[in-house]
């Protein structure tokens, strides 16, 4: 294995956006939890059918910020990691069916007549939280084989298994709290993505402060490559 220099900038940059923008989707379905909260049930209801209320239309910003803060994600594998190849493609394909076509296909309201873009939002969504799922699964395990993701191995296993624990958890409990299921269920995998972000930032930053200045004069950060 020969190590290749790679800037550090470009890679805590992309972990900063993928932070921001991930983290768009929790803090704009808290808001519209509270805006909507004499109309909408989060124990019930799913989290698209915010987008269904008053301010709805910020649903379609949290979408987009879900969907870009996976995609870059994505990148940042690509460019940190020789071992999780399969991962970034999965989050990748994942990206797009969480984001745009999530954004662009509203689902339908509990109890309504069921419609084909709402149909399109739920198979987009329910192969999304999937690919995700098979992405995390993979990732904690070629994680335990590289030095700079190894720390992170033991956090990805565990929100793994609670995602795997909580996507059953849907059916047991049924409509009745499908809405607080699904919630415990996409909760892990944002926590992941977010949690994963931040895992790669703090590895830019320190390459940042530890590597010499390459002799073009910018920092570097030096990548096993087989």
């Known amino acids: 294995m020969k190590q290749v220099n790679r800037p550090a900038r470009p890679v805590r940059s992309l972990a900063t956006a993928a932070l921001v923008s991930a983290s768009l989707f929790p803090l704009i379905v808290i808001a519209l939890n509270l805006v909507q909260r004499r109309d909408y049930s989060p124990s019930r209801q799913a989290i698209s059918e915010l987008a269904l209320g008053t301010g709805g239309s910020f649903m379609v ?41 999530s954004a662009a296909f509203h689902t339908d309201r509990t109890g309504a007549k069921t419609t084909m873009h ?27 084989h590289e030095p700079e993701w190894r720390s992170h191995a033991a956090p990805t296993t565990a929100l793994a298994g609670l995602a795997v624990g909580t996507f059953f958890l849907i059916p047991m409990l049924g409509n009745s709290h499908f809405g607080l299921a699904q919630r415990l269920f996409v909760g892990t995998f944002v926590a992941w993505i977010i949690t994963t972000a931040a895992h790669a930032r703090n590895l830019g930053t320190a390459e940042h402060a530890t590597r010499p200045p390459s002799p073009d004069g910018k920092q570097a950060t030096s990548l096993p490559v087989s």
Do not use: D, E
Not at 81 to 98: D, E, G, I, Q
């Open 61 to 101: 910003l949290a979408f987009c910020g879900l969907g870009i803060g996976i995609f870059l994600l994505a990148l940042i594998l690509l460019r940190t990691s020789c071992k999780a190849r399969a991962t970034p493609l999965l989050l990748a394909v994942a990206s797009v069916l969480a984001g745009p076509v």
């Open 118 to 144: 709402g149909n399109i939002h739920n198979g987009a969504g329910l192969a999304a939280f999937l690919l995700i799922l098979v992405a995390m699964i993979t990732a904690a395990y070629r994680f335990r």
